[in-house]
T-cell receptor
Framework: KQEVTQIPAALSVPEGENLVLNCSFTDSAIYNLQWFRQDPGKGLTSLLLIQSSQREQTSGRLNASLDKSSGRSTLYIAASQPGDSATYLCAVLAAGNKLTFGGGTRVLVKP | DTEVTQTPKHLVMGMTNKKSLKCEQHMGHRAMYWYKQKAKKPPELMFVYSYEKLSINESVPSRFSPECPNSSLLNLHLHALQPEDSALYLC????????????FGSGTRLTVV
């Protein structure tokens, strides 16, 4: 059974610092990994989708890496801003098109 | 249109009420999903519809009844709910999840009193 873990569960940084969010998964037989952002009480916004054959994806200040063999992905957010405060979820898609979520990392960026 | 639209945004219902949640997408996605999310927990899959047919029911109690009237619309009918069913209900859609991932709606915050 696929298990997805996100460490740390919560993170607080001063504005301008780079954010590093970690996601690990137990079964490397995945199709892809997707990073989402969730504001309190709101839905999920897709940030980046990395295919199993890819090593990284970039969008603006966001960069996500994937090391499938070691079961790890890292989301980097450069030059953090207070507006980046949210919960970040990673999810892996595996056989049977089953999407498994990690527990999320709650991020607070202090002005 | 690249959105999944959910209505209502908030719903308060009594344990004897019948209500429905609605989800709509016009991206031509052929799979639609209902997820339930409790506070500070990740979303949990409830139902999957593929080509308007129910393909996955994650052992959800019968007081939750999904319906897919057409390829753009997904409903979740609620009846005789319990207070512990209070949660954020998320709808998602996908065309080809292996290549394009999932698009989620903004959710319905349900409170059962």
């Amino acid at each position: 059974k696929q298990e997805v873990t996100q460490i740390p569960a919560a993170l607080s940084v001063p504005e301008g610092e780079n954010l590093v969010l970690n996601c690990s998964f137990t079964d490397s037989a995945i199709y892809n990994l997707q990073w989402f952002r969730q504001d309190p009480g709101k839905g999920l916004t897709s940030l980046l989708l990395i295919q199993s054959s890819q090593r990284e994806q970039t969008s603006g200040r966001l960069n996500a890496s994937l090391d499938k063999s070691s079961g790890r992905s890292t989301l980097y957010i450069a030059a953090s801003q207070p507006g980046d405060s949210a919960t970040y979820l990673c999810a892996v898609l595996a056989a049977g098109n089953k999407l498994t979520f990690g527990g999320g990392t709650r991020v607070l960026v202090k002005p | 249109d690249t959105e999944v639209t959910q209505t209502p945004k908030h719903l308060v219902m009594g344990m004897t009420n019948k209500k429905s949640l609605k989800c709509e997408q016009h991206m031509g996605h052929r799979a639609m999903y209902w997820y339930k999310q409790k506070a500070k927990k990740p979303p949990e899959l409830m139902f999957v519809y593929s080509y308007e047919k129910l393909s996955i029911n994650e052992s959800v109690p019968s007081r939750f009844s999904p319906e897919c009237p057409n390829s753009s619309l997904l409903n979740l009918h609620l009846h005789a709910l319990q207070p512990e069913d209070s949660a954020l209900y998320l709808c998602a859609s996908s065309q080809d999840p292996r290549n394009y991932g999932y698009t989620f709606g903004s959710g319905t915050r349900l409170t059962v009193v």
